[in-house]
């Protein structure tokens, strides 16, 4: 039953931990990050690898996907796709309230969530608060299909742990968005009860925020917890789904918890884009079976 | 730059063409389609595989998609998201239609699109024309979820070349379904505008089609392909998208094209389904920025 055939496939030594692979004379990435699924993809070049105090950053540059930001060996977003997320994580709260002026992003390192949000003239301070400085500093540089080297004097960022930052700010901002990586390690606490709550206090009386809640499919606990969370704490909330190519299984959830406003705007989404458009803005908010609220769904897998 | 460790990776000898390997003592079905992208299954059992005159066939048992119909080594459909794909094939053309009576499925041997038509009690006519009876025979006995283990005395099975099969039939059909594999050796015919013409005919004259045509990001001229050649053919053109989580990338498209009827029933949806309802079926004609007929797309990547 098995042969003895042995392909020829040796890990790159880059600086521990290992993330690449050549196989066969060519680059690989080989995402580990889940257990029985594996995606690999393969490399023309690495732009940049180098730990932080946080974890290990790289920039490849990939056949299929262009420039990708990877963390600790997990591919985070690519210039093929990353506009997806970034578009469909801000343009969203920020179509639904009608006059955004003060934004939070946190985490977000790909600058793009905070790219998005200058979009709007009448926000006048997007404050963008990553752990990991090294993060945003190699994706203005090297993705600029991403953060298209954010440089717009409304950007204040700000290098500190998103959860005490959330404590020190009380009814000020119009829109929170939290970018948090997966809930693993330091990102966990970004998906409690006690920094939604946080973010509560942070918002003005008629504050909104939003936050990835990632796979309806692979992370169906997270997504109904995340969003049981929002529903104890705002009056309105609301998920909603993008395909994002480059997440397992290609699906993710966004949860918007508000505390006054849920309506679309009446004229048209005029925003420059290459995924979100009016019509997709009204269509992300519906939902399949398997995730309405009366079905067997939240149930974790 | 290029350590000594080699880890233990052999290949499972099965029948040539070997698709399994074992890896570090587990098993993995390592998908090897796509040039720049791999996506590797870990596997409980492998609990069919056999050549059949026209391929490979596989039953995989996988940890994250329960059991799988692999051909060739690529996977076709999943017990855990088979149906997102079957029930948008069948009950977009369905719902379009007003009074379907007689259906074609050209493909689609994993049975899920025929079973998604016989819910429909109008229908008293269901043609199956797929080329492969073991796969047939296979996911009726071994994929259960997909297959519904489909008997029913309408579902008429023809083990035939969907090609020749459809020009031996005038103005017959009330929906045609193309569920074709990838266009890749025989299956490359089903794209073809010859093909879509001979569909235009073998429909009644207010008949309806629809065509998978392949993901919007990595087969965009497959896509648009389609799309013009049923817009040369048909007054009434409507692409539409779902997520498919074991296709690449997750996001799919389908091309419908019409005689005569376009719009959606004012009734609500009512067919008992995992994915598509009421919401999803309104939803699923969103385009993307990057797909509207005037953006760059449609440009082949």
């Given at each position: 039953m098995v042969s003895d055939h042995r392909r020829s496939v040796e890990l790159i030594v880059n600086e521990p931990p290992n993330f690449l692979e050549r196989i066969d004379g060519e680059l690989w990435l080989v995402e580990d990050e889940r257990e029985n699924m594996k995606i690999s993809y393969r490399i023309k070049e690495v732009v940049f690898a180098e730990s932080s105090d946080f974890q290990h950053v790289m920039i490849l540059d990939s056949h299929d996907f262009g420039r990708m930001l990877v963390l600790d060996g997990v591919v985070q977003t690519t210039s093929l796709d990353g506009h997806i997320y970034n578009e469909m994580i801000t343009h969203v709260p920020l179509s639904i309230h009608p006059n955004p002026q003060r934004v939070l992003v946190v985490g977000g390192g790909d600058c793009g969530?905070?790219?998005e949000s200058t979009r709007y003239h009448g926000v006048d301070a997007i404050d963008m608060v990553e752990i990991d400085e090294l993060v945003v500093k190699v994706c203005k540089e090297y993705l600029p299909a991403v953060s298209e080297n954010l440089d717009d004097p409304r950007v204040n960022f700000v290098y500190d742990d998103g959860i005490e930052f959330m404590k020190t700010k009380k009814n000020y901002y119009d829109v929170i968005i939290v970018d948090s990586s997966d809930p693993v390690g330091p990102a966990t606490r970004l998906f409690e009860y006690e920094f939604h709550r946080d973010i509560r206090a942070a918002l003005k009386e008629d504050g909104l925020v939003v936050c990835q809640s990632q796979s309806p499919l692979f992370h169906r606990a997270v997504m109904r917890q995340t969003v049981d969370q929002?529903?104890?704490?705002f009056p309105i909330v609301r998920p909603y789904l993008a395909t994002v190519p480059t997440y397992p299984g290609g699906f993710w959830s966004f949860a918007l918890g508000s505390k006054r406003?849920?309506?679309?705007?009446?004229?048209?989404?005029?925003?420059p884009t290459k995924y979100l458009n009016d019509t997709i803005l009204?269509?992300?908010?519906?939902?399949?079976?398997?995730l309405r609220p009366d079905s067997e769904v939240g149930a974790a897998r």
């Open positions: 969530a905070a790219r929002l529903r104890d704490l406003y849920q309506a679309l705007p009446a004229h048209p989404f005029d925003k009204r269509a992300c908010f519906a939902l399949p079976e398997f």
